[in-house]
């Protein structure tokens, strides 16, 4: 460290914790025996959210997807620029869990907890949509190869068949992922809890586990396992999402920069909403001294790191829609900036890749305002992005005669809002129950601190 | 500290975990069971009719042809049920009197149409058409089993799509020459070498284009 001629990297967690103060730190708010009324206010205001998504998912079993904007030429309204955004802020969390831990960053420890479980339930939002997108939700079984009456199995040339083996899978590493990584700290719940009832829950999903030195190596090995087995996820799940597109002849969408520029998109979207609600977490939590600013700092950087791919995919796109020569892409480009949702594409250019610029400034990735604000602009941008990719290549097709315009109507809204609800429902109640900090991967860092404290640039 | 749980408790985990796989198995292979049932399907369960009808005596004991009286089936897509007028045509002379055939005298008096319940029911959304399997030679046994055999009607075949495609995909174990489509008796089995001119003759049909969805979902 001593031959670097900048300045050192501050610590992973700051310095003055030992074992018992971490442990009794991230473990304090799910063992709390009254639940904060704080808690129980934020907690109504997303469940309300959540019940107007209820509300509005009756309504389309009722009446069918004809509530919602869509209609030909748009076809492909909310639903699917709703699921592309919500998988593809899953993918921070994965990235986070697997590939940093592949690549030994110890500074992950602190935020792999809560971005698994904000991928979690990113992919349970993502998945209805498609779901309620089919109108006949309990038909969604015919996609799936089961010894059916049919004589048929799925189309496997279709994408949208890869989609759901892709998210499937997603799900379920996620959560595995998620949940091998609890265990822990599950027996560090239950052990420190003292109701008898949690006592029984937490030992429970705990699945017996004492703390051994043969627990803890089998656990390292399959903790390992799983974050080679998520590591393609990363790449694969959302490279399949933009297959759906890309496999299409529709202009804007028949590119072979999808993959790419969707992974890319995908972190850069994630990184942001990990950003969006760790920043809150940290300050109600005052998790600072867990999450420092060097967290901040080195999300900051992936944001800009991802956001620069995606800005040269969206260069690429109009570069090859007037180089390939092809009328109907090159429309499609001047479209998008002139055409009737001109302002949403070039809103979708500020938010996406003008704001994240000011990332290259060490002070806005450390200044937490400065760095929410970016973080919602790029989430708000991610969203966009969609809505152009989407709508801005189905409404003017090849044929003039069927050009049409699309817009959300209010169920579409709903549905949108409510699956923040959803989502923020779900992690009210992490928060409540679980430790949405790693206790035992926080407490391997105390264990280490020493090693970094001798060297005395860090202090 | 005292313990959460009793040692049994790992057993009881342990089951749990084993059986929820061999559960899906199970549930999988009981709902297909269960579909395929003659009791789900309606094969072998005879219909009820307002007029005990025995296909078995019109056809094998009085060797009435299947057109006397499904007459639009040779060139229209429904087979065609006869009117009471048909019935009567033999009825007014014979078994005048016969108990079995009020219900027919009434609607011959009234001019109100006999009700049959349809045994062989497709679901709408499933095109199919009569006159086409007949030109192309499919036999009637071969979709509606043995009729001259049936004392009361009822399907011999499940009507699954499935089973559409089994002969959709490959046709030429199940087609006859065309005048043995009304043929009871006829087998591909016993017929081995009109099987092999048919499959000459036929060379060209394009068995992709049945397979297409929009052939029977149009």
């Not at chain 1, 990990?274 to 999450?291: A, Q, Y």
């Not at chain 2, 007459?71 to 079995?100: R, Y």
């Not at chain 2, 995909?169 to 001119?197: L, S």
């Amino acid at each position: 460290m001593a031959s670097h001629h900048h300045a050192p990297e501050p610590p992973v967690i700051e310095p003055g914790h030992d074992l018992e103060s971490v442990t009794h730190k991230l473990t304090a708010f799910p063992l709390i025996r009254r639940t904060p009324g704080r808690w129980f206010i934020g907690f109504m205001v997303v469940f309300i959210l959540l019940l107007v998504f209820l509300y509005a998912v009756i309504v389309l079993t009722v009446l069918g997807v004809g509530i919602w904007g869509i209609n030909i030429p748009v076809a492909w309204g909310f639903a699917i620029i709703n699921f592309v955004w919500w998988i593809g802020i899953g993918h921070a969390g994965t990235l986070i869990s697997a590939i940093l831990l592949l690549f030994r960053q110890s500074w992950r420890t602190s935020i792999n907890r809560f971005a698994e479980a904000m991928t979690l339930f990113a992919v349970a939002c993502a998945a209805l949509f498609p779901l309620l997108h089919l109108g006949r939700m309990h038909r969604f079984y015919y996609i799936l190869p089961y010894p059916d009456t049919l004589g048929l199995w799925p189309q496997w040339r279709s994408p949208l068949v890869w989609d759901v083996f892709a998210v499937a899978t997603y799900g379920l590493v996620s959560l595995l992922f998620w949940y091998v990584g609890l265990i822990p700290d599950l027996a560090t719940l239950r052990d420190r809890a003292r109701r008898p009832g949690a006592k029984r829950i937490y030992g429970f999903f705990a699945l017996g586990w004492r703390n051994s030195a043969r627990h803890w190596h089998r656990y390292q090995t399959l903790y390992l396992l799983l974050a080679g087995l998520a590591t393609p996820l990363v790449v694969s799940v959302h490279t399949i999402v933009s297959l759906d597109f890309a496999v299409s002849i529709i202009p804007g969408w028949h590119t072979t920069i999808f993959p790419p520029y969707f992974v890319a998109g995908a972190i850069f979207s994630g990184f942001a909403m990990v950003l969006t609600l760790i920043l809150p977490l940290r300050s109600i939590f005052g998790f600072h001294d867990v999450i420092t600013d060097r967290h901040l700092n080195n999300m900051a950087k992936i944001m800009l790191a991802t956001g620069l791919i995606v800005a040269y995919g969206y260069l690429m796109e109009n570069f090859i829609a007037w180089y390939s020569g092809n009328t109907f892409e090159q429309y499609m480009s001047a479209n998008r900036m002139t055409g009737p949702y001109a302002k949403l594409f070039w809103l979708l250019i500020l938010c996406n890749v003008a704001i994240p610029q000011l990332l290259w400034f060490r002070r806005v990735r450390t200044t937490v305002w400065m760095l929410f604000l970016v973080a919602l602009s790029v989430n708000y941008g991610m969203w966009l992005e969609r809505y152009i990719i989407v709508v801005t290549s189905l409404h003017r097709d090849f044929l003039p005669s069927s050009w049409d315009m699309y817009s959300a109507t209010r169920w579409d809204w709903m549905t949108y809002l409510g699956t923040i609800g959803l989502f923020l429902t779900l992690l009210f109640l992490f928060v409540r129950f679980l430790p949405s900090v790693s206790v035992f991967e926080v407490r391997e860092l105390v264990e280490h601190q020493p090693y970094e404290e001798a060297t005395p640039e860090v202090l | 500290m005292a313990q959460v749980f009793y040692p049994s408790a790992n057993t009881i985990a342990r089951v749990t975990l084993m059986s929820l796989p061999i559960a899906i198995i199970v549930i999988v292979i009981a709902v297909r069971t269960a579909s395929e049932s003659d009791y789900v399907t309606g094969v072998n369960f005879a219909v009820d009719q307002p007029v005990e009808f025995s296909h078995e005596h019109h056809v094998a004991g009085l060797g009435i042809d299947c057109r006397y009286c499904h007459t639009s089936v040779e060139d229209s897509p429904f087979a065609g049920i006869p009117p009471t007028e048909t019935c009567m045509t033999c009825h007014s002379q014979i078994w005048s009197d016969a108990p079995m055939l009020q219900p027919v005298r009434t609607s011959w008096e009234t001019g109100q149409p006999l009700r049959w319940n349809r045994v062989h029911d497709l679901p709408d959304f499933a095109f199919f058409d009569h006159s086409i399997h007949i030109a192309r030679g499919v036999g009637c046994v071969t979709c509606h089993g043995r009729v001259d055999q049936m004392p009361l009607m009822w399907k011999s075949q499940t009507l699954f799509m499935q089973w559409c495609l089994d002969c959709h995909r490959d046709p030429y174990p199940h087609i006859r020459p065309r005048e043995a489509v009304f043929d009871m008796n006829w087998t591909p089995a016993d017929n081995p070498e009109a099987q092999v001119a048919l499959q000459a003759a036929h060379a060209n049909i394009r068995t992709e284009g049945l397979t297409n969805c929009s052939a029977c979902h149009r």
